[in-house]
Nanobody
Framework: QVQLVESGGGLVQAGGSLSLSCVVSGRTSSTYPMAWFRRAPGKDREFVAHISRSARNTLYADSVKGRFTISRDNARDTVYLQMSGLKPEDTAVYYC???????????????WGQGTQVTVSL
């Protein structure tokens, strides 16, 4: 059974930074392409960033390009999301996801974490 556990959420002022982590257990994280998604209050879940198994390829939503960085440490079975220049509209529950196959932006994710809350205040 694959499990994903996010951590690192919290409250931060606009313009600040926050780093999220996602630990993969059950199988080694290097097996999976990984991604971060988020769901803001009253909105649908949206894609944030994707990283390939080897970390060679990364993809970002336009809304976070230049501000967020996705990375991974396969030796630690961990994926990260470094967020800077945070805005109130980044407030959401952030979810980590893993997929069996990598189709870039068309990837269908098979496993999901429980989420971690990020709140950005003015």
């Amino acid at each position: 059974q694959v499990q994903l556990v996010e951590s690192g959420g919290g409250l931060v002022q606009a313009g600040g930074s926050l780093s999220l982590s996602c630990v993969v257990s059950g199988r080694t994280s290097s097996t999976y392409p990984m991604a971060w998604f988020r769901r803001a209050p009253g909105k649908d879940r949206e894609f944030v960033a994707h990283i390939s198994r080897s970390a060679r390829n990364t993809l970002y939503a336009d809304s976070v390009k230049g501000r967020f960085t996705i990375s991974r440490d396969n030796a630690r079975d961990t994926v990260y999301l470094q967020m800077s220049g945070l805005k109130p509209e980044d407030t959401a529950v952030y979810y980590c996801a893993a997929a069996e196959r990598d189709w870039g932006l068309r990837t269908k994710y098979d496993y999901w974490g429980q989420g971690t809350q990020v709140t950005v205040s003015l």
